[in-house]
């Protein structure tokens, strides 16, 4: 599954070599377009932004259980692929149906809106009241710790989904560290995170030269998800 649903940002799939690629190894490919991102336009978009962030969040969770009942995917084995702001999708579904995935691969994820909102050191805080909302007002500030994967990382206690996180070292758009810690936390919990440093990268962890790394990361990605006769 992809997923992303912020900004607006048109999620159509547009099949790549990267698709191709899994599901020429016998996967599904499947982006879940949430409220929040631009797949039906502007309304779709303001219908999952700001106060309405919880819809985004529920329509993850609800659009992979449709298609497991549709028997379209296979429960037991099925993955997440998101980066930057999908984050917080991902992040809040692990916490909110914390077996519903049994890996995730988050490339650069901002996990924690409202850390970095409230302390004001989010590189793009100042600019980004419309699209999480202006935390300095106390019932908004409430709606975004609700979802905010850090601050609910409790709930993800139990979880055997395996996480993995790529991140670059001169990324200018989150913080890493706040990635980093929240994946101690996730491993305090009991639940496999794994996360990596690119040295050599900004936003998304990889740079052009990174092909051999990214093909080794995707492939443990997909070990993890992916069973020999997963879906008989």
């Not at 016998?26 to 919880?54: D, M, Q, S």
């Not at 992979?64 to 809040?92: E, M, P």
């Not at 901002?110 to 106390?138: C, H, Q, S």
């Not at 908004?140 to 989904?161: D, E, F, H, L, V």
Request: negative net charge.
């Amino acid at each position: 599954m992809n997923v992303y649903g912020a900004y607006g940002k048109d999620d159509t799939v547009k099949p790549d070599p990267f698709i191709l690629s899994i599901v020429d190894a016998g996967f599904v490919y499947a982006t879940v377009h949430v409220r929040g991102g631009g797949f039906l336009g502007g309304e779709w978009y303001r219908a999952g932004k700001g106060i309405n962030k919880w819809n985004s969040i529920n329509d993850l969770i609800n659009g992979v259980n449709y298609l497991i009942n549709q028997k379209i995917v296979s429960k037991d084995h099925i993955g997440l692929i998101t980066s930057s702001a999908g984050g917080i999708v991902a992040g809040a579904a692990l916490n909110e149906d914390n077996n519903l995935f049994k890996s995730m691969l988050l490339f650069s994820p901002f996990v924690d809106p409202y850390g970095n909102l409230m302390r004001g050191d989010d590189p793009l805080a100042k600019t980004e009241i419309l699209e999480w909302g202006d935390i300095t007002i106390p019932e908004i500030q409430k709606y975004i710790r609700s979802y905010s994967p850090m601050q609910n990382i409790y709930k993800a206690k139990g979880s055997k989904t395996t996480v993995i996180s790529l991140l670059g070292s001169k990324d200018i758009y989150i913080n890493n560290d706040d990635v980093i810690m929240w994946s101690n936390s996730l491993r305090e919990l009991g639940i496999h995170s794994l996360v990596y440093l690119n040295p050599n990268a900004g936003h998304s962890g990889l740079n052009n030269e990174d092909n051999k790394l990214a093909i080794n990361v995707v492939n443990y990605f997909l070990e993890q998800i992916g069973t020999k006769n997963c879906c008989e």
